[in-house]
């Protein structure tokens, strides 16, 4: 994939919808000498990625490095980095919102027909769908 720096560069969950493929992880450069920055790869065929835009504030980013889940249901892509939720309609141009506490840990999201749920490390938090 466009993530070729093995040593930054985990990816963590692929989802499929919309025509492409959308994995996430972290990559690009290190941060504090520890990991990347949270990342999203996008292919149509699976085989050639392509790297997205993450549109995370600096604060945002300060609290981000490593995107955990992402699914795809009715109402697009989301994925999660444990403190924010992402969502794309069509796997680019990725907008960030803030979950409401992040002690709450978002680790999982998944979509189960009708909703998206948020699986954190306290309990579990359904969407709007």
């Known amino acids: 994939g466009a993530c070729d720096n093995p040593k930054t560069c985990w990816?963590?969950?692929?989802?499929?919808?919309?025509?492409?493929?959308?994995?996430?992880g972290t990559g690009?450069?290190?941060?504090?000498?520890?990991?990347?920055?949270?990342?999203i790869e996008v292919s149509t065929d699976g085989i050639n990625?392509?790297?997205?835009?993450?549109?995370?504030?600096?604060a945002q980013l300060n609290q981000a490095y490593i995107l955990q889940s992402v699914t795809y249901g009715k109402?697009?892509?989301?994925?999660t980095d444990g403190v924010h939720v992402l969502h794309s309609t069509k796997?680019?141009?990725?907008?960030?919102?803030?979950?409401?506490?992040?002690?709450d840990g978002i680790v999982y999201v998944?979509?189960?027909?009708?909703?998206?749920?948020l699986y954190t490390n306290n309990s579990s938090y359904i969407t709007p769908s």
């Open 11 to 24: 990816l963590t969950s692929v989802a499929y919808g919309a025509g492409v493929f959308v994995a996430v």
């Open 28 to 39: 690009g450069e290190l941060r504090n000498n520890v990991d990347g920055e949270p990342w």
């Open 49 to 58: 990625w392509t790297p997205e835009n993450i549109q995370y504030t600096s």
């Open 75 to 79: 109402n697009g892509f989301v994925a």
């Open 91 to 103: 796997g680019i141009n990725w907008t960030v919102e803030s979950f409401q506490d992040k002690s």
């Open 110 to 117: 998944i979509y189960d027909g009708t909703r998206y749920i």
